[in-house]
């Protein structure tokens, strides 16, 4: 049996606040007039508490304070420090706190930080979590197995003791990444002089170095243009012998060591999964990660046999597959149906296709995700200069702003986190921008064709009704789910208030922690449901995560009953 409870009557509605004109925001912008705006809202605020009706009336005023609960209790502002930014007009200061924003309860878009070098000790994982991050990302082409054990273990042990924070932990494969043997010395190269790539094992000379790939001369024809580094430094092949490819430079530069090579337009033929990936894979497995990346992802066959083996192996581990080569473009459909989630890799899909088709496939790619319902994460380059300035350029801050108003689940950070000189300041520009570009999306647009990939399915239609009640009602959702699925399901239908999913199992915490919207919770279930919404609601109150009295829609639904008899499906309003 299906049923909507709704504790109290809903007697008019207000759908999302619209975005205002471009004069409106012009306005807001003003220091003094948006002064006034707060302190008048504040001094409502307290007004209705006192005057509070006892019918639901278009919530919207509700969602109009600038209550902004940034993601970390480090972030978390005092209320001198929420109106300093009256007076010092800096949006990137260390205070996250978006000074213009629609009430945004907290950020939905997440963060993935690469851990390298400069953020792979004790202080720097939680410093990067308290700061912002919610996935910590090992890239298996650099470092070994003892290193990033000792990562997952320090994220591990963060999880454990946090008491409302989890991050999750995403293994990234290496991949048939074709790259340049070592060098003695980096060498300098100048446009028009020849060089030659040989698959002879330990060439390194001025004019010569190895590559790791023994069919790199049968990929290559002569005509087309090699990258190194995506286009740091670029090579025209000129001839080819039976084991070396004789270019001639075309933007020269140091090269350096073990550095990446593409060809323009081109995969290798080398399998998506090498002997090395399914190394790590095993070591991923072993240690319970969450998240594979899988690096060159080329048709949907590799993504099965991967699933296939985890399956085998009894892994709860998601798949997202990372779209940087020529050849997945073909089969983009079949590659992220057959997966949980994708990544626009920009760096190797700027390098294998014109540049210039990067932000067309990125719009396209994050399309193509959301109406299937999966995750999606933008990647590479976005605050690039933050490797080594303190302060991002506006072009960098544009290109997150884009990725959060197009849709994606999560925005990652590479360099910047893993050998950068600035890591805490990259991720909380990007805490900032996403919070500050979020609180300009109005709700309640979702994606055309969502629920066609479960037509008929109940769960589908109870976290659409959900998101619809919140949205109305301007409440955040409570959810119980013990598989992480009504979690992800209503993330992908983008509620405009945040989605508090409580899960009794820490494996599904640390997984939802990557998805837009949700924050998840880790809470023992208890066998009487009443209990349990008792507590789940106790604990939001206690974490100041919603206040004494607030309204939220509360669901119960999913693919396994957790209180359901009689497939009992519950949406309901309660007041805290
Ligand atoms: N675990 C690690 N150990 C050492 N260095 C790392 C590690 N992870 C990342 N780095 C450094 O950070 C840089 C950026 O990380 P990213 O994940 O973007 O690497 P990448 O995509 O393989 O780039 P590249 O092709 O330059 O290696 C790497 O090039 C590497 O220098
Ligand atoms: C992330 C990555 O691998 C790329 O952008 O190429």
Redesign the pocket.
């Known amino acids: 049996m299906a049923q909507v409870v709704a504790t109290r009557s809903i007697q008019s509605s207000l759908l999302c606040p619209s975005t205002g004109s471009v004069q409106d925001r012009v306005e807001k912008l003003k220091p003094s007039s948006f002064a006034s705006r707060v302190l008048a809202r504040e001094e409502k605020k307290s007004y209705r508490l006192v005057h509070r009706r006892s019918c639901i009336v278009a919530r919207r005023s509700a969602r109009v304070e600038p209550e902004v609960v940034p993601v970390s209790p480090e972030d978390v502002p005092n209320r001198e420090q929420k109106f300093q930014h009256l007076q010092v007009h800096q949006l990137l200061d260390s205070s996250p706190v978006g000074v213009w924003s629609k009430p945004t309860v907290r950020r939905k878009t997440k963060i993935v930080c ?4 400069s953020t ?1 000790t004790r202080e720097m994982i939680w410093k990067l979590a308290e700061a912002g991050m919610n996935v910590a ?3 298996m ?3 070994d197995h003892a ?2 054990q000792k990562v997952i273990d320090l994220v591990k042990e963060y999880n454990a003791q946090s008491k409302d924070n989890a991050i999750a932990i995403m293994l ?1 494969t290496k991949g048939p ?1 074709v790259r340049s043997g070592d060098l003695p010395q980096p060498i300098t190269l100048m446009s028009g002089q020849e060089f030659t790539f040989t698959i002879r094992r330990g060439v390194g000379t001025a004019d010569s170095v190895s590559v790791n790939y023994d069919d790199f001369v049968n990929d290559v024809e002569v005509g087309d243009m090699l990258l190194v ?2 286009g740091m430094m670029s090579f025209l092949v000129k001839s080819k012998t039976e084991d070396s490819v004789k270019c001639e430079v075309v933007d020269g530069g140091e090269l350096k060591s073990r ?2 090579l593409n060809v323009r337009g081109k995969s290798a033929t080398l399998p998506s999964i090498t002997e090395k990936d399914w190394d790590d894979i095993k070591f991923g497995v072993d240690n319970k990660v969450d998240f594979y990346a899988v690096s060159f992802v080329k048709d949907a066959q590799v993504v099965h046999e991967l699933k296939n083996y985890l399956q085998s192996c009894g892994a709860d581990i998601h798949v997202i597959v990372k779209i940087e080569s020529a050849d997945s473009i073909p089969n983009l459909h079949s590659i992220i149906t057959a997966s949980d989630g994708a990544m626009v890799a920009r ?1 190797d899909l700027g390098a294998e296709l014109p540049i210039e088709e990067v932000p067309l496939l990125q719009e396209e790619i994050i399309r193509i995700c959301r109406s299937m319902g999966k995750a999606v994460i933008v990647a ?1 380059n976005m605050l690039e200069s933050m490797i080594v300035h303190p302060t991002p350029t506006r072009a960098e801050v544009s290109d997150i702003a884009i990725a959060v108003r197009e849709g994606a689940d999560a925005v990652m950070l ?2 910047e986190t ?2 950068g000189k600035f890591p805490l300041k990259a991720v909380k520009v990007m805490h900032t921008v996403a919070l500050r570009t979020e609180a300009t999306i109005s709700c309640g647009e979702m994606p055309p064709n969502l629920g066609q990939a479960f037509k008929n399915h109940m769960s589908e239609m109870f976290a659409y009704h959900a998101t619809m009640m919140s949205n109305t009602l301007g409440t955040s959702i409570v959810v119980f789910t013990r598989t992480g699925f009504m979690g992800t399901l209503l993330s992908h239908y983008r509620p405009s208030g945040t989605i508090f999913a409580f899960t009794n199992e820490k494996r599904i915490q640390q997984r939802l922690a990557s998805y837009q919207g949700v924050c998840p919770i880790y809470m023992q279930f208890s066998d009487d449901a009443e209990e349990t919404f008792a507590n789940a609601l106790a604990l939001l109150k206690n974490q100041g995560m919603v206040k004494e009295g607030e309204e939220v829609a509360l669901l119960q639904s999913g693919r396994q009953p957790i209180w359901r008899f009689q497939s009992t499906h519950n949406i309901q309003v309660r007041q805290a």
């Open positions: 690469t851990i390298g070098p792979n990302r090992m890239n082409s650099h470092g290193s990033h990234d990444e580094d995506g550095r990446h760096g590479t590479s360099g893993a050998h």
